[in-house]
């Protein structure tokens, strides 16, 4: 089925993407559809869809498709800055095989932003357009770290959208998801390999929730993206991580924006795999009219944090129950560690 997205050209002028793109995304015709899923190694899922679709269903389609448009738009650039000598990216001898699997990669998320779009005109919702983007990257390096941390930020949202789906009867939405949460755990292995860490990153992914994901995905889309007002999640203040800890110094520095909000009585939160989250105070180093810079523990030894921690800064200090209880005390976040 070819999508009506009514699209105009959507110029990327910080990482150089034009929709549509060559091969018909986002509205690829059917003939365009065989071909990207010949590069995606497989086919387009032609999965049956439920009749019918709760509120909060709507809701999680719009944010995985959002994260699809995000994927494409960043992996597209990508293949591009490897394979046309952009400075900065170029490969080490004997990665020869990472062009290729970074095709793949983009090709498996046209189909998966794809499917999302097409399962959003099922029930009769418009699809979501792309926006523009920014991403912060300026080498090889950066970019599959960057694709790592967002590509593991994803997974964990996932463990709220299926559970979602399952509290608000869309479970003949859970199969489909589910092969595209193990297809995205392939990623981020092959991405952690190439970072020299081991591929599978923890026995138990750290969960997220839609909010933190939608939040850390608004930071690299145009803020004025028509498509965004129709997701009905809340964003958080940015946060960001300005010195990483080490083993050597067990202490991290965050950065937050002095003109956002109430700051004077904050929480550190970190959620770590499938246990409760760990709170911290915050020690305050520098406030300028407009940056506060804060420090705080970051117990990795005491806790045995490993592979993604979900940094946030909270209105109290808890305790809390899970990530979704965390979200909703959030002020700034999420800032995240990988490891």
């Known amino acids: 089925m070819s999508l009506i997205l009514h699209a105009l050209l959507f110029t990327c002028a910080a990482c150089g993407v034009l929709f549509p793109l060559k091969d018909g995304f986002p509205d690829p015709s059917p003939l365009q559809l065989l071909s990207v899923g010949s590069h995606s190694l497989g086919t387009l899922s032609s999965?049956?869809?439920?009749?019918?679709?709760?509120?909060?269903?709507?809701?999680?389609?719009?944010?995985?498709?959002?994260?699809?448009?995000?994927?494409?738009?960043?992996?597209?650039?990508?293949?591009?800055?490897?394979?046309?000598?952009?400075?900065g990216f170029n490969l080490l001898p004997g990665q020869d095989h990472v062009v290729p699997a970074i095709v793949a990669?983009?090709?498996?998320?046209?189909?998966?932003?794809?499917?999302?779009?097409?399962?959003?005109?099922?029930?009769?919702?418009?699809?979501?357009?792309?926006?523009?983007y920014t991403f912060p990257v300026a080498s090889v390096e950066d970019a599959i770290y960057w694709a790592s941390v967002v590509t593991a930020a994803v997974l964990g949202a996932q463990h709220g959208v299926i559970q979602n789906l399952a509290e608000n009867g869309d479970v003949g939405l859970v199969q489909g998801l589910v092969s595209i949460t193990g297809q995205e755990g392939e990623q981020e292995g092959f991405f952690r390999e190439l970072q020299g860490k081991i591929p599978n990153e923890l026995p138990f992914l750290t969960s997220s929730t839609r909010e933190f994901l939608f939040s850390a995905l608004r930071r690299v889309a145009d803020p004025l993206c028509a498509s965004l007002e129709g997701i009905s999640l809340p964003s958080f203040f940015p946060l960001d991580v300005a010195?990483?800890?080490?083993?050597?110094?067990?202490?991290?520095?965050?950065?937050?924006?002095?003109?956002?909000?109430?700051?004077?009585?904050?929480?550190?939160?970190?959620?770590?795999?499938?246990?409760?989250?760990?709170v911290k105070p915050i020690m305050f180093e520098s406030i300028t009219e407009d940056l506060i810079t804060v420090k705080a523990q970051f117990p990795q030894d005491e806790f045995s944090i490993n592979g993604l921690t979900i940094i946030a800064l909270t209105s109290q200090p808890g305790p809390f129950k899970d990530a979704s209880d965390v979200a909703k005390a959030t002020v700034f976040g999420p800032a995240f560690v990988i490891l």
């Open 243 to 278: 010195i990483f800890p080490d083993p050597n110094s067990p202490i991290i520095t965050l950065t937050y924006s002095a003109l956002e909000a109430d700051c004077s009585s904050l929480s550190v939160v970190y959620t770590n795999q499938q246990n409760p989250p760990i």
């Open 105 to 132: 990669t983009l090709q498996q998320e046209e189909l998966h932003a794809v499917n999302a779009n097409a399962a959003l005109q099922h029930f009769g919702v418009n699809p979501m357009a792309p926006c523009t």
């Open 47 to 87: 999965g049956s869809l439920p009749a019918t679709i709760s509120t909060e269903g709507i809701t999680n389609l719009q944010l995985l498709a959002f994260n699809e448009m995000v994927a494409v738009a960043f992996f597209s650039e990508l293949v591009a800055n490897l394979t046309e000598g952009i400075e």
